[in-house]
């Protein structure tokens, strides 16, 4: 069942018993809460957040195994196999008496495995979907998704700086290629925290301005654009949709 959690020892090993903490572990939002939205749960009793992802759900029983031992003697692990969103696949309770009544309280530890771990998404539509998406990456595929974007960043920018007169077939190709990284790196930009794209942002801000630069060179000089020059700024146009 989804609201009934497994309970095994850390100590006696497993155990047969099963308990049932929905009332006391989840926080209940009202009727008609908006389901698309990403609901920040309240984890009663953790001290901290300690959250550790695993590939595989050994390696993460293993871990909580481990962690329960550190935090004393009688605490259990508790698996959830389906958890609602925001919620751990495995985390620590110890045993504490309450009115006269033995319950079980998260004390450390958010355990997950098999996915990345989730993180909260903004309510922003336009963006909660790049995170999303973005969400779904295993590490070695943002691994090599922040290479691409890093060196076609460097290799995009050369371009544009290195060529003065574009022609009208390669304007098109480098429009759409420069809309592709642009897309990608705001994805990275509002998905990640470590800042990377900070140091290569400029290199789009710097296509941008050249772009401008050679609209405004040919407005100075009060020549009217012919048709050609004319398609070759729509095609250097970015998508504002992208």
């Known amino acids: 069942m989804r609201n009934r959690l497994d309970c095994s020892s ?3 090993g497993s155990m047969d018993n099963t308990i049932d903490i929905r009332n006391r572990l989840y926080k209940h939002y009202p ?3 908006p389901a698309t939205d990403y609901i920040e749960f309240d984890h009663l009793g953790i001290p901290g957040a300690d959250n550790h992802w ?3 759900r050994d390696q993460a029983r293993h871990a909580a195994l481990q962690q329960a031992t550190r935090v004393g003697s009688g605490c259990r692990i508790v698996h959830d196999r389906y958890p609602s969103r925001g919620l751990p696949h495995y985390h620590v309770v110890c045993p504490i008496l309450c009115g006269g009544q033995l ?9 997950f495995y098999g996915r990345r771990q989730p993180y909260k998404v903004l309510r922003r539509k336009h963006l909660q979907y790049e995170l999303e998406s973005d969400q779904r990456w295993t590490p070695h595929e943002k691994l090599k998704n922040y290479t ?3 060196s076609g960043l460097k290799g995009i920018y050369k371009l544009y700086r290195n ?7 390669q304007s098109a190709d480098l429009r759409a290629r420069l809309g592709q990284h642009l897309k990608n790196v ?3 930009f509002w998905g990640n925290s470590n800042g990377w794209t900070f140091r290569y942002w400029p290199m789009v801000g710097s296509t941008e301005a050249i772009r401008k630069r050679k609209e405004t060179a040919v407005i100075r000089r009060n020549c009217p654009l012919v048709p050609h020059q004319c398609r070759q700024h729509r095609e250097l146009q970015i998508d504002p949709r992208l």
């Open 163 to 169: 060529n003065r007169l574009v022609t009208i077939g």
């Open 54 to 56: 695993f590939p595989s």
């Open 31 to 33: 009727a008609g809460w």
């Open 10 to 12: 850390n100590v006696r």
């Open 103 to 111: 319950r079980w309280r998260r004390v450390s530890g958010h355990l």
């Open 186 to 188: 705001r994805r990275y």
């Open 148 to 150: 691409k974007v890093k």
